[in-house]
């Protein structure tokens, strides 16, 4: 219907017509627009936002409108500190990133082996992986590590810590996916315990790591935490007129919010035609119109449960759950092994983890909850940091929400009403902001 007939008259068209970006300080007193036009492809709304995703910076408004084979878009964004964005070389990075974005992106991790890990969560399995890799002399560069519902997945990238090299060593590889594969299976994730060894280019490793959660169905499964009055509260409508779905979120606002909801978003195959996101200090309202790539909207009511189910789960798998402790120690073999073993060994649990490599030097972010999920005792916490270096382990974040134990059947499901705007006004709000917006409201 709505879609060209074919990939390569798409390519064409997207070719033919490169986006046009345009970065704006004038028009908005508090961050940066920026407006980006080009050819409607499948994803691509998906690639944008990773630009500014990677960057760090804050969308604290956008407005989207995709009609006949153009995509229209305006982002309103700032850095982290919420200032507007001045420096002329990050202004000139954003323009050519825009401008030379291609649905499906990978990123080349020369040098590196990527291991792919999904199971059971358990306090004390960081801990085990880590040592199983020391113990395969697998020097660990990189890896994120997210937890969702009882679920764990990681991305970790490793050379050999012999030769500095990718392990390319088939029987090298067989004994890391099975040594691992049987840390991750414990005693009861016997079917579902997976891992996965890979070399080269990867696709963008927090899309990934979505698409591993949601290839793990950590959405159906019973939620270990609640998050209170910060839960996200999704609903699902059809708008039967016009053919749309009409997905509305509102929950508290956090950095990459707009990525997550358009990363499930596009890999549950959704078209994003129309949206606009506000973020304020009370939190963020996210309004999509959707429909499927054949142009019909959400035909059922268990797909529409589904779909509120993934969304919310998208939502909640970056909340950060615990007290953040930031890491920075000169690197060696078998450090992280160390000091994920310090947090078993004192009852903690890590919720999830960022692990980076410069130069010499690790600086590493952990999450970290007691062995219920609850707020971590403050005593702990110092007991650990005497261990691993008090000047090597930094409190940088308490708990910014309410842990609680989830009820004996009590489902995680949020619904809520949802006003549906005509197309029409969506439309003309859309382009007003897009060619002729003067201020921010």
């Given at each position: 219907?709505?879609?060209?007939?074919?990939?390569?008259?798409?390519?064409l068209?997207?070719?033919?017509?490169?986006?046009?970006?345009?970065?704006?300080?004038?028009?908005?007193?508090?961050a940066?627009?920026?407006?980006?036009?080009?050819?409607?492809?499948?994803?691509?709304?998906?690639?944008?936002?990773?630009?500014?995703?990677?960057l760090?910076?804050?969308?604290?408004?956008?407005?989207?409108?995709?009609d006949?084979?153009?995509f229209?878009d305006?982002?309103?964004?700032?850095?982290?500190?919420?200032?507007?964005?001045?420096?002329?070389?990050?202004?000139?990075?954003?323009?050519?990133s825009?401008?030379?974005?291609?649905?499906?992106?990978?990123?080349?991790?020369?040098?590196?082996?990527?291991?792919?890990?999904?199971?059971?969560?358990?306090?004390?399995?960081?801990?085990?992986?880590?040592?199983?890799?020391?113990?395969?002399?697998?020097?660990?560069?990189?890896?994120?590590?997210w937890t969702?519902?009882?679920?764990?997945?990681?991305?970790?990238?490793?050379?050999?810590?012999?030769?500095?090299?990718?392990?390319?060593?088939?029987?090298?590889?067989?004994?890391?996916?099975a040594?691992?594969?049987?840390?991750?299976?414990?005693?009861?994730?016997?079917?579902?315990?997976?891992?996965?060894?890979s070399m080269?280019?990867?696709?963008?490793?927090?899309?990934?790591?979505?698409q591993?959660?949601f290839?793990?169905?950590d959405?159906?499964?019973?939620?270990?935490?609640?998050?209170?009055?910060?839960?996200p509260?999704v609903?699902?409508?059809?708008?039967?007129?016009?053919?749309?779905?009409?997905?509305?979120?509102?929950?508290k606002?956090?950095?990459?919010?707009?990525?997550?909801?358009?990363?499930?978003?596009?890999?549950?195959?959704?078209?994003?035609?129309?949206?606009?996101?506000?973020?304020?200090?009370?939190?963020?309202?996210?309004?999509?119109?959707?429909?499927?790539?054949?142009?019909s909207?959400?035909?059922?009511?268990?797909?529409?449960?589904?779909?509120?189910?993934?969304?919310?789960?998208?939502?909640?798998?970056?909340?950060?759950?615990?007290?953040?402790?930031?890491?920075?120690?000169?690197?060696?073999?078998?450090?992280?092994?160390a000091?994920?073993?310090?947090?078993?060994?004192?009852?903690?649990?890590?919720?999830?983890?960022?692990?980076?490599?410069k130069?010499?030097?690790?600086?590493?972010?952990?999450?970290?909850?007691?062995?219920?999920g609850?707020?971590?005792?403050?005593?702990?916490?110092?007991?650990?940091?005497?261990?691993?270096?008090?000047?090597?382990?930094?409190?940088?974040?308490?708990?910014?929400?309410?842990?609680?134990?989830?009820?004996?059947?009590?489902?995680?499901?949020?619904?809520?009403?949802?006003?549906l705007?005509s197309?029409?006004?969506?439309?003309?709000?859309?382009?007003?902001?897009l060619?002729?917006?003067?201020?921010c409201?």
């Amino acid at each position: 219907m709505e879609w060209p007939g074919s990939d390569e008259y798409e390519k064409l068209v997207f070719r033919v017509n490169p986006p046009r970006v345009v970065v704006d300080n004038d028009v908005c007193s508090s961050a940066t627009v920026v407006k980006v036009d080009s050819a409607r492809k499948h994803g691509i709304l998906l690639e944008a936002v990773q630009v500014f995703t990677d960057l760090n910076l804050s969308i604290k408004k956008a407005y989207i409108s995709s009609d006949g084979r153009w995509f229209m878009d305006v982002f309103h964004v700032t850095d982290q500190n919420g200032n507007k964005l001045m420096e002329k070389t990050l202004i000139g990075y954003i323009e050519q990133s825009l401008a030379n974005i291609q649905c499906g992106r990978t990123k080349e991790y020369t040098g590196l082996t990527a291991l792919e890990l999904t199971g059971t969560d358990r306090i004390g399995l960081l801990s085990e992986v880590f040592a199983v890799l020391a113990d395969l002399n697998c020097d660990v560069v990189e890896a994120k590590v997210w937890t969702h519902n009882g679920r764990i997945a990681s991305l970790i990238y490793v050379k050999d810590c012999n030769s500095g090299s990718p392990i390319k060593d088939s029987q090298q590889i067989d004994r890391i996916e099975a040594m691992l594969r049987q840390v991750l299976k414990g005693d009861n994730d016997i079917l579902s315990a997976k891992t996965v060894v890979s070399m080269g280019a990867v696709t963008h490793t927090e899309r990934r790591l979505h698409q591993m959660m949601f290839a793990d169905r950590d959405y159906e499964r019973k939620p270990i935490f609640m998050l209170g009055n910060d839960a996200p509260v999704v609903s699902v409508l059809n708008w039967v007129e016009r053919g749309y779905s009409v997905v509305n979120v509102q929950c508290k606002d956090r950095t990459k919010l707009l990525f997550d909801v358009v990363c499930t978003l596009t890999d549950m195959e959704y078209v994003v035609f129309h949206a606009t996101i506000n973020t304020s200090e009370d939190g963020a309202s996210l309004e999509f119109y959707i429909r499927h790539a054949d142009g019909s909207p959400i035909s059922s009511e268990p797909e529409r449960q589904r779909a509120i189910k993934c969304l919310q789960a998208a939502v909640e798998r970056r909340v950060s759950k615990g007290v953040r402790l930031e890491l920075c120690k000169e690197d060696r073999q078998g450090l992280l092994a160390a000091v994920t073993r310090t947090f078993r060994e004192n009852g903690l649990n890590v919720t999830r983890a960022e692990i980076s490599t410069k130069m010499d030097t690790a600086l590493n972010i952990f999450h970290v909850t007691d062995a219920h999920g609850n707020p971590a005792d403050p005593k702990v916490i110092e007991a650990v940091r005497q261990r691993i270096g008090l000047d090597s382990l930094l409190v940088k974040e308490l708990p910014s929400i309410c842990h609680r134990k989830a009820d004996e059947g009590e489902e995680s499901v949020g619904t809520a009403g949802a006003v549906l705007l005509s197309l029409g006004s969506i439309v003309r709000r859309n382009l007003y902001n897009l060619g002729l917006i003067k201020s921010c409201s």
